[in-house]
Every structure is written in structure tokens, then in C-alpha cells.
């Protein structure tokens, strides 16, 4: 499940209640259908979590972190599984490290390892590929849903990389001020922003190009010989033909259907202009 939301949404801020960082001021937290409260031990021996906001000691090795951490749940062949997630977040080359010498993607990996020491049934991710370079960031995407589907783990993953989570989401629930905006699959989100964007790369009539959006009130951006135009995905065939009727030839044509980048955009645009 897609956590998303504008800055200060209260994305993170429902995580740690989630965790039983902060306690809040009204409501009620259940998993697998007990309270939280009153049964909080038995329940975070169950879930885990990772975050780009939070440090593990930087002094100790990153050996000595998962060890140590490992302890915090009842694990059988505890050494067995330390050694199972070093070598799934390939982590051999740096155990022996401390982690104030790592980069921010190796500190990345290393909080994911340390986020599924126990097995989770339920795995809180707050920006879980940020700082990873493309290629490990993939490989992080493509375990999180192996593990979902292997082990059948739930997750809740927060991103500001739309495209990830179209991609690794089946449902997405978007807040703002605390509240829920919207609660979707990520196509359903999408398909509510009717506009497409035509790319064209005009040979010959860019300015009867421009002209005819600017009667027509049609939005457009210029770059170079691109010119990028909004339109109602219906629309599209009349403007290509009136482009065609006034003698305007193109080289290239790419039309990007909505995505839920699209919707996310629109969406705090209006929460904005809203406060």
C-alpha cells in the first residue's frame, strides 16, 4: 500500500504511531485484529520498519548493528539469519565497517536489513530506496515484492518516486493535513486526471502551432522545436487534424497518457491554493 502525500502531510507522523513512537490524541490501532496498546510486545515482534530519518549507532560495525538488533525479537539460528540478509541486501564487503563510513545508499541497504531481521508479517518503509542508485534501487523494488508474494508480508511504503509505486503498489491512500484525500489502485488515481500531453517536434508551423493553442486556450510549454500540449485524450485526433489542415508537418509525436505523477501534481496543487 501507497502512503503518499504532500510535505507535512502526516506521512511519517502516522508511521510512528503505527510503531508506538508518538501516541495519538484520538482513535484506536489494531493489528491482526488485536489493539495495540494492550498487546504492543506481542505485535512488534511482528513488524519492522525502515526509514531514511532514522540513524542505528554509527560506531558500531554493521556486523555488530544486525547482531545486536536481532535481538530485540525471538529468532531460532539467529546466525543463520544474519547471514541470510547480508547476503540479500549484499552487505558482505561492509560488515566490518562502522556506519558513520558508509555512503547514504550503503546506510540505505543496511536499515532495510536491518528492517527484515524478524520476518515481519508487516513492514513500515518510509522512502526505502531513497539515495540508492538506479540499479540497487531495482533490486530493492523487485525483493520487496518477492517477499510480499513469497511470505506474504503487507507493506506500507511511503515514496516521492511516483513511478516506484506504480509499480510495486496495489493501492495507494493519499493524505494531507492528517486527513485521507483519496484511497485507490494507482491506475484508478490516475485515470481521474483527463489530460494527456502531446509532444510534437514540429518541422514546419510551430508558430500557426502556437497561435492555434493560444486561440483555442489550449495549454502548451515550448522546448526548442518540441512543443508539449494538454488535451483531453478524445481531443486529440480533431487537434492533429486541424494542425494538419493548416499545413503544420511533424517529425515525431509522443502522447503520455496520465500518470500518477499527474495526479499527485494536481492533487496539492489544489491543496495548496485550498489553504
Known amino acids: ?3 503518499l502525500g504532500p510535505n507535512g502531510a502526516g506521512k511519517t507522523t502516522t508511521i510512528q504511531m503505527l510503531l508506538g513512537v508518538l501516541t495519538p490524541t484520538s482513535g484506536e490501532i489494531f493489528y491482526f485484529g488485536k489493539e495495540f496498546q494492550s498487546s504492543r510486545e506481542k505485535i512488534l515482534e511482528n513488524v519492522n520498519f525502515s526509514s531514511t530519518y532514522t540513524n542505528l549507532p554509527w560506531e558500531l560495525t554493521v556486523k555488530e548493528n544486525l547482531t545486536y538488533l ?3 525479537y525471538q529468532i531460532k539460528n539467529r546466525r543463520q539469519r544474519i547471514e541470510k540478509i547480508v547476503k540479500i ?13 558508509l555512503s547514504s545508499g550503503q546506510l540505505t ?21 531513497a539515495s540508492l542508485d538506479p540499479e540497487a534501487a531495482s533490486y530493492i523494488r523487485h525483493f520487496l515484492l518477492k517477499q510480499r508474494q513469497q511470505f506474504k508480508v503487507s507493506i506500507i511504503f511511503t515514496s516521492h518516486n511516483m513511478a516506484e ?61 518540441y512543443i508539449i ?7 486529440i485526433p480533431q487537434f492533429l487534424q486541424t494542425l494538419m489542415e493548416k499545413g503544420v508537418s511533424y517529425d515525431q509525436i509522443a502522447i503520455d497518457k496520465p500518470t500518477l505523477e499527474d495526479y499527485f501534481l494536481l492533487t496539492a496543487k489544489k491543496t495548496y491554493e485550498n489553504q
Do not use: W
Open 1 to 3: 500500500m501507497g502512503f
Open 70 to 72: 536481532s535481538y530485540l
Open 89 to 101: 541486501f549484499r552487505l558482505e564487503k561492509l560488515l566490518n565497517q562502522q556506519l558513520q563510513e
Open 109 to 129: 541497504r543496511v536499515n532495510l536489513a536491518k528492517a527484515l531481521i524478524n520476518f515481519p508479517k508487516i513492514l513500515l518503509l518510509d522512502e526505502p530506496t
Open 165 to 225: 509505486v506504480e509499480e510495486v503498489c496495489d493501492r495507494v491512500i493519499f493524505i494531507n493535513h492528517g486527513k485521507i484525500i483519496d484511497d485507490d489502485t494507482p491506475q484508478n488515481l490516475a485515470r481521474k486526471i483527463e489530460t494527456c500531453h502531446v509532444e510534437l517536434n514540429v518541422a514546419d508551423g510551430l508558430k500557426r502551432t502556437i497561435e492555434f493553442c493560444r486561440e483555442q486556450k489550449i495549454n502548451y510549454k515550448l522546448e526548442g522545436r
Open 229 to 235: 500540449v494538454d488535451l483531453k485524450e478524445k481531443e
